[in-house]
């Protein structure tokens, strides 16, 4: 087992995580519908050229634009007007010299027109004739066979998360099943013999359980199916024999609390007992978030997070929430991040990554971050805040007035 407290930077700490993390993913094919947000596990090519037939992008007169070329107001051309392309029936009748067919948005375009004068370009002159006032290039107001997408290019690569503008593009090219990567199953395992469930009155010196909620919401939030085991007492055989039950039923581990070291840690030797290599890291040099707990047993992750609900929800963001993505092949995405001036100096020692809680404001129609100051335990530092502000390990702090990233929640 790793020796504890010997602290890595956060950054290494996770290169270390990730060198032992099993490669591969598992998949399932799952209807298109009901892939949101899920990872695809395929390259997707298109079986068929989109559009398929030639169609108009305005309501007007399907024409050959040679017909209407040097048209205006003043000296317009007169097209006779041959019939009709109703909605989602093929075009029947050819196009001839001098000659107009009406069509609305989305219609075929008959053979031998390759433009479509918009209707407020025309007027009647009766019930067989149009006079064009514009004219209007090849092509114009036209989609292509395949400007869209060409038969056999790939849409969608794998690795992809499926949005919904993407499950519309599926459905157009006829593509019903995807094969995506499996969610993930989740166990969250909260210690301590002074937490007891939201529901309860807490005794003194108890507190209601918090980061089973918080780390729920966070595995929801990434795509994977979080499993609550409840809250387990400071006794270890029962500790460790919850966190054998979460490894067989889950493909993460997490357990909040105990993670400090004290005499009462147990955390440590728990996840140790569940098989190799074991305990990885033991120690980030980080604050919030320092006795963060990086493991691998068995090929799947563990990780002991701190009991502080600030803590907690940093440390998810900078360990768990990468290996679910990796795991399940997402691509990282990038972090939601927008510069606003520091209200407040930010304070902090070398050699350790910071991470403070912000609100943002808007002063002088300026984007404002204040600092929420509080202890890693008090959950309303988190309510309060709007996304945190990292400082560099070795930056030494951050001076007021300084425009900083925000990481958004």
């Known amino acids: 087992m790793a020796e504890l407290f010997t602290v890595l930077a956060p950054a290494e700490a996770y290169r270390v995580l990730e060198s032992r993390l099993p490669t591969g993913m598992k998949t399932e094919r799952v209807p298109a519908v009901r892939a949101l ?16 037939f030639p169609r108009s992008t305005m309501d007007g007169f399907a024409v050959r634009a040679v017909d209407t070329y040097g048209a205006s107001e003043g000296l317009p051309a007169y097209l006779t007007v041959g019939g009709e392309v109703l909605m989602g029936t093929r075009a029947e009748t050819a196009m001839h010299v001098s000659e107009a067919i009406r ?23 009766d019930s067989a004739t149009i006079e064009v006032v514009r004219p209007v290039a090849p092509g114009e107001n036209v989609l292509r066979v395949g400007e869209d997408i060409t038969r056999g290019a790939i849409v969608l690569a794998s690795g992809h998360v499926l ?7 599926l459905a157009a090219l006829g593509i019903t099943h995807v094969e995506v990567a499996r969610c993930l199953r989740v166990a969250i395992v ?18 209601r359980d918090i980061n089973t909620y918080t780390l729920s919401a966070l595995v929801e939030r990434a795509g994977h199916e979080p499993i609550p085991m409840g809250i387990v007492p400071d006794v270890y055989e029962e500790l460790a024999a919850t966190a054998r039950r979460a490894l067989d039923m889950a493909d993460v581990v997490i ?12 955390t440590a030797q728990a996840i140790a007992s569940l098989g190799e290599p074991g305990v990885l890291v033991h120690g980030v040099s980080l604050r919030p978030g320092k006795p963060t ?16 609900p600030v803590s907690c929800m940093v440390t998810f963001d900078l360990f768990v929430g990468p290996t679910l993505a990796r795991l399940s092949g997402r691509r990282a995405p ?20 910071d991470y403070v809680q912000v ?3 808007s002063r002088d129609d300026e984007p404002w971050a204040v600092p929420v100051f509080g202890k890693s335990n008090l959950i309303y530092t988190l309510v309060r805040s709007d996304g945190m502000v990292k400082v560099e390990l070795d930056e030494g702090g951050l001076r007021e007035g300084d425009w900083v990233s925000v990481i958004l929640f």
């Open 334 to 353: 990038p972090r939601n991040v927008v510069r606003a001036r520091l209200a407040h100096n930010i304070p902090s020692a070398a050699g350790r990554e």
């Open 103 to 125: 069509i609305a948005t989305g219609g075929m375009m008959p053979e031998g027109a390759d433009a479509v004068v918009m209707v407020e370009n025309t007027q009647a002159v």
């Open 190 to 207: 909260s210690g301590g013999d002074e937490l007891v469930a939201p529901d309860q009155e807490p005794s003194p010196g108890q507190i």
């Open 37 to 52: 947000d899920r990872v695809l596990c395929e390259d997707l090519t298109s079986p068929v050229d989109l559009p398929d």
């Open 255 to 266: 357990l909040s609390a105990g993670s400090s070291v004290s005499t009462r840690d147990m």
């Open 163 to 169: 949005r919904p503008q993407d499950l519309g593009g």
């Open 293 to 308: 707990i990086l493991a691998v047993a068995n090929g799947k992750p563990v990780f002991g997070l701190p009991g502080n």
């Open 359 to 361: 609100a943002l404001e």
